[in-house]
Structures are given as C-alpha cells and as structure tokens.
C-alpha cells in the first residue's frame, strides 16, 4: 500500500526510492509525503470526482433508487456502506484521472525496486521462480475513488486481497497487489482515519495475528496490537 500525499499539511523531505522500496517491504505500506503533484492539479482532481459523484447519483435517483438508503451496485457507482460510495471514472480523461497517472509513475518506481530487493525474513521464502525473466514494472489494473459523507460510519478492518492471491505470492514473491492512495482532502497529522498494521502483510505473521483478530472483531483496539493510523479520506 502506497499513500502519496499531493498537497499535504506538512511538506517533510522526500526519501529515497529504496528507502520506500524497504518500508514497503517490511511495513506493508510507505508514505511518500510530497509526491511532487502540482496542488493545483489535487485541487481539480477533488472537483472533478465531486463532479463524477454528483452526476451518478442524478442518474442512481432517475432509476427510482434512494441514493442513501437503498443497496445498489453499478460498475460505475457502488454504495458500499450508508454515506460511503466507490466511483470509477466514466466520462473519459479528466484532472482526476491526470492525477492517478502521475501518482502511478511516482508509485511504479518504488514497487519496480522493491523487486529487486530481497524477500523480507519474516515474508515468504526465495523460491525459483524469482530467477525468471518476469516483469518488474507494476500494471494498473483498476482505478477509482472512494467518498464518505459527513455521518459516515467507519469501515471494519479488512485485507483487500483473497486466498487465492496469496496462495500465488507464496509460489512468486513477484505476484504482488498494490493499492495506491492519493487523498484529495487535507490530512492531519495522528488523524483517526484510515489505519494500518505493520506488516500484516508478511507469510509468517498474518495468518496468526492479523486475520483471526480481523475475522472475529470490528476493533482491533482490545488485541493491543500496533496499528499507524494513517487518514481519514
């Protein structure tokens, strides 16, 4: 998981590529806190996803739907809990999709050299597979947005891969899965946001500390477990 901050409160001194690479490794996220976008360009991405929003809902409500209260998936717009929506970009290029691709070539570089470093300890082991000839350089596979109302409860803790992926990652330590997040709101510092677990992401940990607590609580404050919290989008 990639957070890079466009516009953040406090601008601190950009790490290395390898520095980054290492964090991902190890923490299962990093913190990229000036990504090098243009505010400005942070700034029309918001009111073009706003835009995207609003315009989706119109059409969701044109179908008889109550855009708050009813269930309802579209492969544009998804409710995905009670204020909370996923959105993908349906109106072709625009600031929103601007930014995404210059956060993916600032992203890519980090993930292509955390490939070529070796595999974490606590991660799975080496096998043969990562001697082959395979590409290094991350694939976008999916783009899109999520907006909370005002009133919007918190999500549960969740891991946003399946088995299968990681039934595939412990055969190729390449078979990775990336989220990149760019936020479009001011962020504070020790926020009670989003939040991360370092390294639930590892073989040999997750299985035991991370997905059972998941599995059987929405809180993982009464396990005492270290938890980043990261941000509020």
């Given amino acids: 998981m990639l957070w890079l901050h466009g516009a953040s409160i406090a601008l601190q001194p ?23 976008i243009n505010p400005s360009l942070i700034a029309e991405a918001r009111a073009a996803c706003l835009a995207e929003h609003e315009w989706l809902l119109k059409g969701v ?18 409710k995905r809990h009670r204020l909370r929506w996923s959105l993908k970009p349906s109106r072709g290029p625009s600031a929103w999709t601007a930014a995404l691709d210059e956060a993916t070539v600032v992203a890519a570089d980090v993930i292509e050299e955390a490939h070529r470093l070796p595999a974490n300890t606590d991660d799975c082991a080496d096998v043969w597979t ?22 919007a409860a918190a999500q549960t803790f969740h891991a946003d891969s399946g088995r299968l992926h990681h039934r595939l990652a412990r055969l190729s ?16 510092e020790g926020g009670d946001g989003t939040m991360l677990w370092p390294g639930s992401h590892l073989e040999r940990t997750r299985y035991d500390r991370c997905r059972l ?15 980043h919290a990261a941000s509020r989008l």
């Fill in 213 to 227: 607590p998941v599995s059987h609580a929405t809180s993982l404050y009464p396990c005492r477990l270290p938890i």
């Fill in 130 to 151: 990562r001697h082959l000839p395979l590409p290094t350089r991350a694939e976008v596979l999916d783009r899109g947005a999520i907006l909370s109302a005002p009133g």
């Fill in 61 to 78: 409500a044109e179908l008889g739907i109550d855009t708050v209260c009813d269930k309802y998936a579209f492969a544009e717009i998804d």
């Fill in 14 to 36: 950009r790490l290395s590529t390898r520095q980054h690479a290492i964090e991902l490794r190890d923490r299962g996220y990093t913190v990229i806190p000036d990504a090098g």
């Fill in 173 to 188: 330590p390449r078979h990775r899965l990336y989220s990149l997040f760019v936020p479009l709101v001011d962020l504070e």
